[in-house]
């Protein structure tokens, strides 16, 4: 009975070696084996009982290297063909890497990476870049590295640094622009500088630069002097946006020169250009003028419209005019086609004849201007039909008309030019005056 369970016993504890064996080098912990090893260095310093010398606004170089040995034996069997040996999966999965730099303000800076996987036989090198940041404070910190498998902490080395301000450091520590940076083009961008000095030697004569490289334009001034920790502010620099600038995003560079401007250091951001309307170049613009679009019209007679088309663009254009009524009358068009050189104007005259049965009241009838297959203008002229046979329905008014209308064009276009400047006037003063 005995050896029955002694051969049980062995039997048993066989089955669960097999299992750990089989199991363990397979999980996360794969490089807490033999088969694995973690190699981490700072800066090119492998030792971590160094202590390390670093400024503030550098950046920390940190290499961890993560390798797992190939496991080359052959399976082996028994007699009976049982596997006595079998080879297990050595690949290490979702390993993270993490360094930890402690002291900033009650709060640590972090970086890390997760490595997927590293295979059997091979090595992986991962690389985290820590920047020490410009307000850290002076003395000593410590940089912890830590390697992570699943839960299990797989490596753990602390490194201890000291920390102390460049001799040059000067930054960009606020930039303000007005209106703001979404500006008009032909208006002007004010850039006001906030600059600070990080480094532990006064400068002189620093040079800020605010430019838009696409657009050609810059503007620079000099703070003759910046102590060391102190901040200073860089008179007003205006850039003014061309008129014809097109619509869109540009790139605006506020550039700090230092340490007789042999560093520097640059911050960018993005301006968005407004078309101007009043400033843009003219195209194809059509002004239209109706008079009178109202008229008094008795049924069987007709009522004559004076339609005035003037070209505001840079180039000649050829326009068609459509004419529409409903069943109350019938209408025609003096000219159905019509091109005008630019700045010139066109009187076309739209005669709508009512029917004898036409209903009295108000009625309607539309004039459709196109360029092309583009409907440009639509006007809707009104008719106030009576059962007067004396009202007038002639078209002797057609001179008169036609006078009153260019008179009309004319002023629409001088009042037009007399609005858009002075809405202009009123935005530049408005800017003096804010800036």
């Not at 830590?146 to 080395?157: M, T």
Request: charged share 25%; glycine share 6%.
């Amino acid at each position: 009975m005995r050896k029955l369970l002694s051969i049980m016993a062995l039997f048993v504890i066989s089955l669960l070696t097999v299992s750990m064996v089989s199991a363990a080098p397979s999980t996360l912990g794969g490089l807490n084996t033999s088969y694995g090893s973690v190699e981490i260095e700072v800066n090119d310093e492998k030792d971590d009982s160094t202590l390390l010398s670093v400024e503030e606004g550098e950046e920390l170089d940190v290499e961890v290297e993560l390798a797992i040995e190939s496991d080359n034996a052959d399976a082996t069997f028994d007699m009976d063909g049982d596997p006595l040996y079998v080879p297990v999966d050595l690949t290490a999965r979702n390993i993270e890497v993490e360094a930890r730099l402690s002291g900033y303000e009650d709060e640590d800076v972090v970086e890390n990476v997760l490595v997927s996987k590293v295979t059997e036989g091979t090595e992986k090198t991962v690389k985290l870049k820590l920047l020490v940041p410009n307000d850290f404070q002076n003395g000593e910190a410590t940089l912890r590295v830590l390697v992570f498998g699943g839960n299990d902490v797989i490596a753990d080395k602390t490194y201890k640094l000291f920390v102390e301000s460049p001799s040059h450091s000067v930054e960009i520590a606020d930039v303000s622009f007005s209106p703001s940076l979404s500006v008009k083009a032909g208006r002007s961008l004010l850039a006001t500088v906030l600059l600070e000095n990080v480094g532990e030697e006064n400068e002189e004569d620093v040079k800020v630069t605010v430019a838009v490289p696409e657009l050609g334009l810059s503007a620079s001034e000099y703070v003759d002097e910046l102590n060391a920790d102190d901040h200073e502010d860089v008179d007003e620099m205006f850039l003014q946006i061309p008129a014809d600038t097109q619509a869109g995003e540009y790139t605006v560079e506020v550039t700090a020169q230092y340490d007789d401007l042999d560093e520097s250091v640059t911050e960018t951001y993005t301006l968005k250009v407004l078309a101007n309307e009043l400033l843009a170049p003219k195209t194809g613009k059509l002004v239209l003028a109706v008079g009178p679009e109202m008229q008094t019209v008795a049924a069987g007679k007709t009522a004559s419209y004076a339609v005035a088309l003037t070209n505001e663009g840079s180039a000649s254009k050829a326009y068609t005019l459509e004419v529409a009524t409903g069943d109350w009358a019938t209408a025609s068009v003096s000219e159905s086609l019509v091109v005008l050189e630019p700045g010139k104007n066109k009187v076309v005259y739209v005669d709508v004849a009512a029917k004898e049965d036409a209903t009295a009241g108000e009625h309607l009838a539309s004039v459709t201007v196109k360029s092309g297959s583009d409907v440009l203008e639509t006007v809707v002229l009104k008719a106030n039909v009576v059962q007067d046979a004396g009202a007038d329905g002639s078209a002797s008014l057609r001179n008169g008309l036609e006078i009153a209308l260019i008179v009309l064009v004319v002023l629409l276009v001088l009042m037009g030019l007399v609005i858009g400047f002075s809405r202009l006037r009123k935005d530049d003063e408005g800017e003096e005056k804010y800036y």
